[in-house]
């Protein structure tokens, strides 16, 4: 693995009032240029763990390190070299998206993104004089993004990226994120959208009850939790489960095949919402 650019030990988060802990003895790292998804589910202490990352909140037990330095010893600079894109939408509702980016640039004192260009990229140049009022909530979230990205972030993080996407904006958009990575950025990324996870982590950690299940790579996962074998959907017939051993002696798929007949061939691994489910259910 490459340098971590996060490293968190022992992590335990406690608010005020309550006897539970909302994170308790989480450890993990995250590699410079990878896509870290945090999956779990509601209350489980991923938004917690992504509150204490980004330095909103600043209580915790444990030792956490980010870009090289303990997370205490950083000041405001460390906002000029991280990019926040949270699940709801936000902006200045009666200045256009163009002025927006142009706002949020002024901010930092480092090298930004340009505005247009940022908008072309979240397809939203065509919006670029309108109010972001007047926007639709996916327009918004792609907005998010594209502010999230502005001053060019080595360290960046996300919540619902592709939320309000129709197919082809969300595969639009991880391919925004995925071209930060391959340039560098590290992406740390909560999600209940598992094909986004799938297409999109290198690696998932899955959290429940405040504290790590698993972390692996969606591949890993997928194989794991899934059974060797194919499925075979024939024509006018009900779906036919083939084990990997009996493959070399099925001479009716052979004929089936020859025939035409087999609509559909496909491995029988577990989806990411079958690991999900039984992960989190394991643990519960």
């Not at 594209?146 to 080595?154: M, T, Y």
Request: proline fraction near 5%; include cysteine.
């Amino acid at each position: 693995m490459a340098e971590p650019v996060i490293t968190v030990e022992k992590l335990c988060v406690r608010y005020p009032g309550s006897d539970a802990l909302a994170v308790r003895e989480m450890d993990f790292t995250v590699a410079k240029g990878e896509v870290f998804g945090f999956l779990g589910p509601s209350g489980a202490g991923k938004s917690t763990t992504q509150r204490v990352l980004t330095r909103l909140l600043r209580r915790y037990e444990g030792k956490v390190s980010v870009l090289g330095r303990p997370l205490h010893d950083w000041g405001p600079e460390y906002f000029e070299r991280v990019g926040v894109g949270f699940e709801l939408p936000a902006g200045f509702g009666k200045l256009t998206a163009r002025e927006n980016l142009a706002a949020f640039a002024s901010l930092y004192r480092g090298p930004v993104e340009d505005p247009d260009t940022l908008l072309e990229r979240v397809d939203l140049g065509d919006a670029a004089d309108r109010r972001v009022s007047d926007l639709s909530k996916g327009m918004k979230m792609r907005l998010n993004l594209a502010r999230a990205l502005v001053n060019r972030p080595e360290l960046l993080f996300l919540d619902e990226p592709t939320s309000g996407q129709d197919p082809v904006r969300a595969a639009l958009l991880r391919g925004v994120v995925r071209e930060a990575a391959d340039a560098g950025c590290t992406v740390f990324l909560t999600t209940h959208d598992m094909s986004t996870a799938d297409l999109l982590c290198d690696r998932l950690a899955f959290v429940t009850r405040g504290s790590i299940s698993a972390i692996d790579t969606p591949r890993d996962f997928k194989l794991r939790y899934g059974s060797p074998g194919l499925v075979a959907e024939v024509k006018g017939e009900e779906p036919k489960e083939l084990s990997m051993e009996a493959l070399a002696d099925d001479t009716d798929l052979l004929e089936l095949l020859r025939a035409g007949a087999v609509e559909t061939l496909h491995t029988r691994e577990a989806s990411l919402d079958d690991v999900f489910a039984t992960v989190t259910r394991e643990k519960l």
